[in-house]
């Protein structure tokens, strides 16, 4: 059972920086994407960052290239997100999920697993 557990989330003057964490287990498939979407109170959920797990290939949101990296830690089998610059349009719930597939896709319906998110708030 494939279980996403995110942290790091908090409230942050625009401007400031925070890190996402996502500890992930029972991730026994070899093939696997993983990524952080965001959503928004009246907002569709949207993809953020993507990280192929194999290869570490990644892709951004324009709204956050430069500012955001994804990152890995293959022995911890966790994902990262540091976000720098951060913005009021930024703020949102960040979720963490995974894809049983090596294309890095932006559509959240084709991620086969969610973590409960993590509350990112932005102070102007």
């Known amino acids: 059972q494939v279980q996403l557990v995110e942290s790091g989330g908090g409230l942050v003057q625009a401007g400031g920086s925070l890190r996402l964490s996502c500890a992930a287990s029972?991730?026994?498939?070899?093939?696997?994407?993983m990524g952080w979407f965001r959503q928004a109170p009246g907002k569709e959920r949207e993809c953020v960052a993507l990280?192929?797990?194999?290869?570490?290939?990644?892709l951004y949101a324009d709204s956050v290239k430069g500012r955001f990296t994804i990152s890995r830690d293959n022995a911890k089998s966790a994902v990262y997100l540091q976000m720098n610059s951060l913005k009021p349009d930024d703020a949102a719930m960040y979720y963490c999920a995974v894809r049983r597939s090596i294309f890095l896709d932006t559509t959240p319906a084709r991620y086969d697993f969610w973590g409960q998110g993590t509350q990112v708030t932005v102070s102007s």
């Open positions: 029972g991730l026994t498939f070899s093939s696997y994407v």
């Open positions: 990280i192929r797990w194999s290869g570490g290939s990644t």
